[in-house]
């Protein structure tokens, strides 16, 4: 719902939207030029009498003074029948300027303020506030949950360039569009008259002392009231003993005797007054010239955040696919409910919906987000298509499901099959499809067919589970899917270190250059994205479209990908790896993966085994804030298999990793990582109680055998590694 309050307003009313920001911007710029061009700063300490009286002394027929909020003061007064006007120097009451505004100002003023529509006009550019508004709104919230709350705001992004430019422009922005927006519309309300106006000051006074011809320099009220505090000082007309000055400051209105100076009576801004002199100085930059440069440049960002959002728009539209005669939801016999984050599990969907509509099926394909179960009145059965993303939480397309499934008072009718996508090498396989089912169950909604999975989009896995559903429909259902791969890029290898040849376990670090892209293919996605330490690379082999997914040991910023990488019996993948030579080639894509360090100066207690080191060798290379980490390192011999030889001791010169401990499991010690965190229990448990966070990595026997040992350290201090991973203080990345 989120996304589509943000969605729709921003590309029906883009243009708009960017007409609003740019004039914006453009007016941003005046009061800055009118606070830089005051003549003088010589209203400090200066009374409003001081500068009455000289200003009458140069200009007799003075009739107001008037102080902007930059501090610009304007006199006008009239000249044997001929009217005057004049910015003033405070300093010698002398006019050294022209009161009237630029002709680029006021054009640029009726532009952003009505289009040059009159009332009309006001209201378009009042709905496009209203727009803005719902934007920066949405678009806060997309942000707190993409970077995870608000302490997690400004954290580090991933993804296409124009999904990073997309966040970065709007969490720095939103804020002050909101902002704008609100004062906007609240200026808009005030001038058709739905706001509360003020009283217009006081009544005026019954009775005045007559006086006339006293200066302005001997009235008492005006003697106390410095210049920094003034508004406007009317003059009481020439030769009128009946008549006052009309005193109007920052705190209210006022009439002051003209002979006597005496305050005859006095009315202070009412609450409404007071919001909307703050609204029109927070809209408009006036008295606050620094304020409207901010907002001018957070103004800026909307062309910018218009581009790339509609770039993401037609890039999502792009990676789901058309479902060809798609069964309005009323009249559907099936509903498929798609979770997909990257859109692959979409391409599932329209396999499936294809395979069942020939079948004579009616079918109807629709995101999780978007569950409504009377929407589906003729709907004999529900399959869900969930894939998960992170540690175990919904997809985009999936988002509210769960909160909608629990919300129902009775579950379906119809029954429900559940299939899982993911990766078995995640900690939590299909964590999500799996809270689905365990939720669905609760609420007593019928199983059509208990939960499957897919791992790594497998055709197979795909193909025998369609064979199952076809049993119990009653048809035959043959799913022959073909995945469609991401975009790949082309990795050309520039160095490589080998390692193993003694022990028969060839393993390797392999070094490849990035590929180069275009702006236009950052921009678009369709260039080889950013990707950090820990993320996954996927290397599609030769003759094969199932890529091989493995842990990465470097971040863009290194400048080049890199890969610990061991030969498997039988691998098509690691046997072609092994074997590549400086300036052979292969076909990768990125895959998001969310394990890193925390950020902070908590310790990390980094724990691998074999080539699992990779991932933790690039958080090591990457600690340049030298946050303490400790590694616990296993493998076969220090002489053939020491991954990382090189480079470790220098890390540990340069403090980027402050303790490393290894095992060997071929020497005549034979130790493994786990029997080493056991000698070193003391040192973990003083690291743990100081914070730290645990990172495991490797084979999943190896992390069984860490998490046992951990479970032995951590009891007597009523931990477990269960309970730091809700804490968010333990993280495995195996496979």
């Given at each position: 719902m989120i996304r589509l309050l943000h969605r729709w307003p921003g590309i029906i009313a883009a243009l708009l939207l960017i007409t609003l920001a740019l004039s914006g911007s453009v007016l941003a710029i005046f009061p800055t030029l009118e606070k830089l061009g005051n003549p003088s700063q010589a209203e400090a300490g200066l009374s409003v009498a001081e500068l009455a009286g000289r200003i009458q002394s140069v200009y007799p027929g003075v009739e107001q003074i008037r102080r902007a909020p930059s501090g610009r003061i304007t006199a006008y007064w009239f000249d044997n029948g001929t009217p005057g006007a004049a910015v003033i120097d405070p300093a010698t009451g002398q006019g050294v300027g022209s009161v009237d505004a630029s002709t680029l100002e006021l054009w640029m003023t009726d532009f952003h303020r009505s289009l040059f529509l009159g009332d009309n006009g006001r209201w378009t550019m009042a709905i496009g506030a209203a727009a803005m508004l719902v934007l920066a709104i949405s678009g806060l919230l997309l942000v707190l949950r993409r970077t995870g709350g608000w302490r997690?705001?400004?954290?580090?992004?991933?993804?296409?360039?124009?999904?990073?430019?997309?966040?970065?422009?709007?969490?720095?922005?939103?804020?002050?569009?909101?902002?704008?927006?609100?004062?906007?519309?609240?200026?808009?309300?005030?001038?058709?008259?739905?706001?509360?106006?003020?009283?217009?000051?006081?009544?005026?006074?019954?009775?005045?002392?007559?006086?006339?011809?006293?200066?302005?320099?001997?009235l008492p009220a005006l003697q106390d009231l410095p210049v920094a505090e003034l508004r406007g000082l009317t003059f009481p007309f020439d030769g009128d003993p009946g008549d006052v000055f009309t005193l109007k400051t920052n705190a209210g209105t006022g009439y002051v005797d003209q002979g006597t100076g005496e305050m005859l009576a006095w009315e202070s801004l009412n609450t409404w007054e007071q919001i909307t002199e703050t609204v029109y100085m927070l809209h408009t930059g006036r008295g606050a010239a620094w304020l409207g440069i901010i907002f001018g440049l957070m103004a800026l960002t909307v062309p910018l955040m218009a581009l790339t959002g509609i770039i993401l728009w037609l890039a999502n539209r792009r990676a789901r696919p058309r479902i060809r005669n798609n069964a309005a939801a009323g009249h559907a016999e099936t509903v498929l409910l798609v979770g997909s984050e990257g859109g692959s599990t979409w391409g599932f969907a329209a396999t499936l919906h294809s395979a069942l509509t020939e079948a004579g099926q009616k079918v109807h394909v629709a995101p999780m987000a978007g569950f409504a179960p009377r929407r589906y009145g003729h709907a004999k059965r529900f399959i869900a298509l969930a894939a998960t993303y992170g540690d175990g939480d919904a997809p985009s397309s999936a988002k509210g499901f769960l909160d909608k499934l629990a919300a129902l008072e009775t579950a379906p009718e119809a029954p429900l099959s559940v299939l899982g996508f993911g990766d078995r090498s995640f900690p939590d396989y299909c964590g999500f499809a799996r809270q689905?089912?365990?939720?669905?169950a609760e609420k007593g909604w019928a199983e059509?067919?208990?939960?499957?999975?897919?791992?790594?989009?497998?055709?197979?896995?795909?193909?025998?589970?369609?064979?199952?559903?076809?049993?119990?429909?009653?048809?035959?259902?043959?799913?022959?899917?073909?995945?469609?791969?991401?975009?790949?890029?082309?990795?050309?290898?520039?160095?490589?270190?080998?390692?193993?040849?003694?022990?028969?376990?060839?393993?390797?670090?392999?070094?490849?250059?990035?590929?180069?892209?275009?702006?236009?293919q950052k921009l678009t996605g369709r260039g080889f994205p950013r990707f950090s330490a820990g993320d996954l690379v996927?290397?599609?082999?030769?003759?094969?479209?199932?890529?091989?997914?493995?842990?990465?040991?470097?971040?863009?910023?290194?400048?080049?990908?890199?890969?610990?990488?061991?030969?498997?019996?039988?691998?098509?993948?690691?046997?072609?790896?092994?074997?590549?030579?400086?300036?052979?080639?292969?076909?990768?894509?990125?895959?998001?993966?969310?394990?890193?360090?925390?950020?902070?100066?908590?310790?990390?207690?980094?724990?691998?085994?074999?080539?699992?080191?990779?991932?933790?060798?690039?958080?090591?290379?990457?600690n340049k804030n030298r946050q303490p980490m400790h590694l616990f390192f296993g493998t076969r011999h220090p002489d053939s298999d020491l991954l990382y030889d090189h480079e470790l001791p220098g890390w540990q010169s340069e403090d980027r990793l402050h303790s490393l401990a290894t095992a060997f499991s071929r020497t005549a010690d034979r130790a493994h990582v786990q029997d080493v965190l056991r000698r070193d229990a003391a040192k973990v448990t003083a690291l743990v109680a100081a914070g730290a966070q645990i990172m495991v990595c490797g084979g999943r026997s190896m992390a069984h055998g860490v998490s046992e040992a951990l479970d032995e350290i951590l009891e007597p201090m009523g931990l477990t590694p269960a309970m730091l991973k809700a804490e968010g203080r333990y993280a495995e990345d195996v496979y």
């Open positions: 997690r705001y400004f954290r580090k992004l991933k993804g296409p360039l124009s999904g990073r430019l997309h966040v970065e422009f709007a969490r720095v922005a939103v804020i002050g569009l909101a902002l704008s927006s609100v004062t906007a519309l609240w200026m808009t309300a005030s001038t058709f008259g739905f706001i509360p106006e003020g009283m217009g000051g006081p009544l005026f006074p019954d009775t005045v002392s007559g006086m006339m011809d006293v200066p302005p320099t001997d689905v089912t365990r939720l669905a059509l067919l208990p939960i499957h999975t897919v791992d790594r989009q497998s055709p197979q896995d795909f193909l025998r589970w369609g064979r199952e559903l076809g049993a119990v429909l009653g048809i035959a259902l043959e799913l022959n899917h073909q995945p469609v791969l991401p975009r790949t890029g082309k990795l050309t290898l520039i160095s490589r270190r080998d390692y193993g040849a003694e022990m028969q376990v060839p393993t390797a670090i392999l070094r490849f250059a990035l590929p180069r892209a275009s702006l236009m996927g290397i599609v082999p030769e003759g094969s479209d199932v890529p091989r997914f493995y842990s990465l040991a470097s971040s863009t910023c290194d400048g080049f990908l890199e890969i610990c990488v061991r030969r498997h019996e039988g691998g098509l993948c690691s046997g072609q790896l092994t074997t590549l030579e400086q300036g052979d080639t292969a076909r990768a894509f990125i895959r998001r993966n969310d394990f890193r360090p925390n950020r902070g100066k908590a310790p990390v207690i980094l724990i691998g085994a074999g080539t699992g080191i990779g991932p933790l060798a690039g958080f090591i290379r990457g």
